[in-house]
């Protein structure tokens, strides 16, 4: 008698599992995720700052951001599109470029990534020549090229993001188009061939609080402790504003520069967005999970990301403006 009923308590179900396993069966611990996010040069904003303020804002949850260096933006894109990276920070006409094009690397990437959340802050174009050059404006710099001569505009190595804005700035002008001369050169390289008259301008995609502006450019003096750059108004053609993404979400809008030493200079800007790739994040429970708390921390981490990119407080994404 004595054995069956202890046969009976060791099949019973209450016997076999606690409540504890039981609940912990019916919602179990979300899966650790680490997302690589393809950041540009460990030296600039998205690497050094925008990653780390949206790792910090998913402490505590299940998912891990890493960041990952690239060369800019198209190759950032070009590595969420191949599923190499989970995600990355780009600029909206990088991702847009290279959603259209195919080249070595990968055919068209168009449905391979979506962006996600709002736009993180602005890369504002600076069209920076010598100090004591007349010109304010870039038309006027375009303007007084001689017939048969061309304007050496430096915009970093192909597929930056320089290189893919000027590029959209050139298309929407005949004038401009025939006129600038883009070289593969950027960064340090750049400034010393600016300096040495080697070429005429030098024009990038940058936040406002980068070292590029802020100690290569701004506080370059010469010997009598006279600026050595100065930057231009970019009155950019009309056509360029129409432009629209790969999703049809308008890419660009003017901008005004109106703080500090930038005085009063009119200019560009495109978003910086985030995005993640398409069969990453549809892959299981655990991936939309974490794309889900990824897109919770860029809400929450928007006035931090701001304040580390110098954007003002009133800055509206080009995507959320009327066309």
């Known amino acids: 008698m004595r054995l069956a009923l202890l046969a009976l308590l060791a099949t019973s179900p209450a016997a076999a599992q606690s409540l504890a396993d039981r609940l912990a069966e019916a919602h179990p611990a979300a899966a650790e995720i680490t997302v ?3 950041a540009g040069v460990k030296t600039k904003g998205n690497y050094a700052q925008v990653v780390p303020i949206l790792a910090q804002q998913l402490s505590g949850s299940p998912v891990t951001l890493t960041p990952d260096e690239s060369t800019g933006s198209f190759m ?3 590595g969420v599109c191949l599923g190499l990276d989970e995600a ?3 600029q909206r006409d990088a991702a847009s470029e290279r959603a259209h094009v195919s080249d070595a690397n990968a055919a068209s990437c168009a449905g391979k990534y979506v ?3 709002r736009a993180l802050y602005p890369y504002y174009g600076f069209w920076v020549v010598r100090a004591d050059t007349s010109y304010s404006r870039v038309s006027g710099q375009i303007d007084h090229v001689g017939s048969g001569q061309v304007l050496n505009v ?3 190595e192909d597929g930056s993001g320089g ?3 000027l590029k959209n700035l050139l298309n929407a002008d005949p004038r401009w188009r025939s006129t600038v001369h883009p070289t593969t050169d950027g960064g340090s390289a ?3 061939m600016l300096r040495d008259k080697n070429i005429d301008a030098f024009f990038l995609m940058d936040d406002r609080n980068s070292d590029m502006i802020e100690q290569q450019i701004k506080a370059q003096v010469d010997e009598r402790g006279r600026p050595v750059f100065k930057f231009l108004t970019i009155n950019a053609p009309s056509k360029f504003f129409a432009q629209s993404d790969w999703t049809g979400k308008k890419m660009y809008q003017p901008e005004v520069l109106s703080r500090g030493w930038f005085g009063s200079v009119n200019t560009i800007s495109v978003d910086a967005v985030f995005i993640v790739g398409k069969s990453w994040w549809r892959k299981d429970a655990s991936t939309r999970g974490a794309v889900e708390q990824i897109g919770k921390a860029i809400d929450t981490a928007s006035s931090a990301i701001r304040a580390a990119t110098h954007t003002p407080d009133d800055w509206v994404p080009a995507s959320e403006q009327k066309k």
Do not use: C
């Open 36 to 38: 690589r996010v393809a």
């Open 76 to 78: 950032s894109a070009t």
């Open 88 to 90: 990355a920070i780009v």
């Open 115 to 117: 962006s996600l959340g």
């Open 154 to 156: 430096a915009a970093g």
């Open 163 to 165: 290189q893919i804005t």
């Open 190 to 192: 750049a400034l010393r």
